[in-house]
């Protein structure tokens, strides 16, 4: 099987490179080759790769950025999710498409389920929830996979952002008001080559089509993120890091987040048998991959 994976550098898409082997074979195209406000670019691509599924991995994910750029996040999370469900449906295959917690409010008082109504807080989220109409619009043969709260060896993430402050300092303040579900790039890639497959097998299986929740197991706080992460990290260093619980509103940013992130995986486990570890597995992982310097 043969993916063309959108947006080369991101942490998804070079998670799904890693997995690149004899099973499954990723081509993983970024800008200028493969731009996501260019459809003709993503047909080109289409035509010179002949891939059996195409994934959706580029986006605008400068959450603070763009309220204040949220045309250039809706070119891209919107317009040109769309362009590439559409270029998919144009060659006859499937697309899965990646989207996020941020399409909910954080209101609910338990776990979001895939028919709960959505209400974006922000303009991130704004522009991924149209990316999801503008998908399944244009490409009835698709799985949107709603992620959350992404990092892993590769790329910007929550994760390294605490590693790169713990350098210079010893007390970090983080939210604790707001709950959600680390999940791991690798275990992600994982998830969507097990959908690629199921999609690829299964055509016009409507029970693998539509929308579905892929978070890691288990949920926590970005506080308690942090603190697992610091824990680890005087494991293996014997560095100390305070972590200091706040409130969102102790931490203003241009963006508002939804305060409950959690996403139930119900659907997705019993449509593809598949399931992603706890978080607390990925981060265990992922610093001893930073450690062993395996990514930049
Ligand atoms: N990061 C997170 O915490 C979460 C992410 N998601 C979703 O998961 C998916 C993958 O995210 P992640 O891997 O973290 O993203 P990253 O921010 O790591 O990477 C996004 C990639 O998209 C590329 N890109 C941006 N604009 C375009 C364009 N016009 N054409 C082609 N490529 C473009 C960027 O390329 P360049 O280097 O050129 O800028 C970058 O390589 C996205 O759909 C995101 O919305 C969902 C939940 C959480
Ligand atoms: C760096 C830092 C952040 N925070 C807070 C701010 C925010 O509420 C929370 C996370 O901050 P970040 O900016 O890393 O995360 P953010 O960019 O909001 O992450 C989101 O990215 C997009 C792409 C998604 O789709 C979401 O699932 C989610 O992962 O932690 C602190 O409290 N203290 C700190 O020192
Ligand atoms: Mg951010």
């Given amino acids: ?4 994976v959108t947006g080369r550098d991101g942490q998804v898409a070079q998670a799904l490179l890693a997995l690149s082997g004899s099973d499954v074979d990723v081509v993983a195209l970024g800008r200028p080759t493969l731009d996501l406000t260019d459809r003709a670019s993503i047909e080109r691509a289409i035509a010179e ?19 204040s750029d949220e045309a250039a996040a809706y070119a891209v999370n919107a317009e040109g999710a769309g362009h ?7 060659a006859g295959l499937p697309v899965v498409h990646i989207s996020t917690d941020y399409v909910f409010a954080g209101d609910k008082a338990g776990p979001y ?16 929830l149209e990316g999801e109409r503008l998908v399944a619009e244009a490409n009835p043969n698709h799985a949107i996979l709603r992620t959350a709260w992404v990092y892993g060896p590769y790329g910007a993430n929550f994760l390294k952002t605490m590693l790169r402050l713990s350098q210079t300092r010893d007390l970090l303040r983080v939210v604790a008001d707001q709950r959600g579900t680390p999940t ?27 929308v579905f929740h892929m978070v890691s197991e288990g949920e926590t706080t970005w506080a308690g993120f942090a603190e697992a992460i610091f824990s680890r990290l005087a494991e293996t260093s014997g560095k100390h890091v305070t972590v200091e619980p706040i409130t969102t509103a102790d931490y203003p940013t241009p963006a508002k987040r939804p305060a409950n992130s959690r996403l139930d995986t119900t659907r997705f486990r019993q449509s ?16 001893a991959a930073l450690a062993a310097n395996e990514a930049p």
């Fill in 1 to 4: 099987m043969r993916l063309l």
């Fill in 49 to 67: 790769h002949r891939p059996d599924v195409v994934v959706n991995a580029a986006a605008y994910t400068a959450v603070d950025k763009a309220e």
């Fill in 184 to 210: 791991y790039a690798p275990d992600i890639a994982e998830g969507i080559v097990a959908v690629s497959r199921a999609l690829e097998s299964a055509p016009g299986d409507a029970s693998k089509r539509g």
């Fill in 84 to 90: 590439v469900a559409a270029a998919a449906a144009a």
């Fill in 113 to 128: 389920v895939e028919s709960d109504p959505t209400g974006p807080q922000g303009a991130y989220g704004r522009s991924k």
């Fill in 272 to 287: 593809f048998g598949h399931s992603l570890p706890e978080w607390t597995e990925g981060v265990s992982r992922c610093m």
